[in-house]
């Protein structure tokens, strides 16, 4: 009975947060309609709403599809990911292992950004960036974030977690500070690396704040801010409204399904103490 | 502040009560975490799009749909000051209980088996395990979700700019989408900057409070 009671409730629940999804997704492979419908399997299905959705945005400025959403996202998700794991891992090896004056003061420093909300200095960022003439440029999207206070904290702590006589070891081979950093200490947190890889790459890809404050041009548009477009649509034109959201959900999700575990960690870390 | 009370509290409320299900041996649960973190993968926009069209204030919207088909009068549930706080706060709860899930989950898996078999010896039940054993060694956890949440509830702005732009009126404004329209709607860039630093005190005083409050709150066990 206790059992049976449990599992009425998790099914309610997983409906609650299943069948928004499944409701978008079925919706979208349906034949585009007026009237909506609840159901759980599409009715005449097709692809004509996915196609409609990719060419929309051209309807409104000439010779953009999606596909330029797309890469625009992606390129500014790449280069926060792999220029921020650089800056940080860098930063935070230094500040692990080298002893030099205001050393404290630093670390201090760059973790008291962490308490400071982005909110707060988006401001100022945004002087600084349309000062630069950055606004509707990549620099513009990508500089801002190369380098972030949790991502130093994190890389720190997983450098101390490593035992020194590694690195003396690797110092009497006769190895530079760089090639101790990219060859022995770099392989070493393989795991925080990765973890931080999904945590940069999920917040650069959802993103919408900032690119809505420095893009005003739809050819400069990331994904999310190419959705708004949609939700100026028509409402009754539920089929192809439900295919955009669909291409932009539906990469995520497939991607969280294949690597479940990464992707948990890296969502929630610094929020578990080990 | 009712934004921020009518979010925290289901959450952590749902989230943990979920942890704990599926903390158990039930068969299933590896797929219902999954079904439950879904939403926490899924972009805010998207999210906050596809919700507005579920709510969407017309008779075409679903639940209205739904709600006709019963015989209830459709609601405007973005558009009337009566509820478009509400539809916002419905997505919130979606888009974070999986998260407040997980946590809760590494925070119960963290709690050692002898003890409930203790207490079980002692002869308690499933409730007094529950607030003698989960709730106390729990508490470091539900500390610090409590204070992620409450400084992320004050910083919410997607779903307010997307389904209802903070109106009508100021009914579901919040302090960033305020800041968002007096700094770069009106470009008023002083005033925006002063509501910016307003925020500021209000998540540094939580968080020291909350720095305080965990050190004396180091559990023993």
Known sequence: ?????????????????????????????????????????????????????????????????????????????????????????????????????????????????????????????????????????FYGLIVPFIGSGFGVYMFRQAFLA??????????????????????????????????????????????????????NSMDMYTLPLGLTLFKGLNVTRWGLLTAGLTIAVVPIIALFLIMQRQFISGLTAGAVKE | MTYTIGTVIPTMGIGLFMAIILNSKLKLKNFFRTAYFIPVVTSLVAASIIWSLILDSTDAGLVNSFLVQLGIPPQAWLSSSRWALFSVIIVNIWKNI????????????????????????????????????????????????????????????????IMTGGGPGYSSNTIVNYLYQQGFQNFRMGYASTIAYALFTILFVMTILQKKYLKAEEVLY
Not at chain 1, 192 to 206: E, G, R
Not at chain 2, 114 to 129: C, N, P, R, S, V
């Open chain 1, 162 to 215: 490593i035992p020194i006589q590694i690195e003396e070891a690797a110092k009497l081979d006769g190895l530079s500070d760089l090639g101790i950093y990219l060859r022995v200490m770099l392989p070493l947190i393989r795991p925080t690396i990765a973890t931080m890889i999904i945590f940069k790459a999920m917040w650069s890809w959802n993103i919408f704040y900032w690119p809505l404050l420095v893009t």
């Open chain 1, 1 to 137: 009975m206790k059992k049976f009671i449990w599992y009425f409730t998790l099914i309610i629940l997983a409906l609650f947060m299943l069948v928004p999804m499944l409701w978008t997704i079925t919706t979208a492979l349906s034949h585009d309609t007026s009237t909506v419908k609840i159901q759980l399997l599409p009715n005449n299905p097709g692809l004509e709403n996915f196609i409609n959705a990719w060419n929309y945005p051209s309807q409104i400025e000439k010779g953009i599809t999606m596909g330029r959403f797309f890469f625009n996202s992606l390129v500014t998700c790449f280069f926060i990911t792999v220029l921020s794991i650089l800056t940080d891992s860098m930063a935070g090896y230094i500040l692990a292992r080298k002893k030099f004056r205001y050393r404290e003061s630093i670390f201090f420093l760059s973790i008291a950004t962490m308490m400071i909300p982005f909110y707060v200095t988006s401001i100022p960022m945004f002087l600084i960036v349309r000062e630069f003439g950055w606004i509707n440029k």
């Open chain 2, 98 to 161: 999986g998260y407040v899930m997980i946590i809760y989950i590494a925070g119960l898996q963290s709690i050692p088996e002898q003890l409930y078999e203790a207490i079980t010896i002692d002869g308690a039940g499933e409730w007094e395990k529950f607030y003698y054993i989960t709730l106390p060694l729990l508490k470091p956890t539900t500390s610090f979700v409590f204070t992620t949440s409450l400084i992320g509830s004050f910083q919410v702005f997607t779903p307010v700019y």
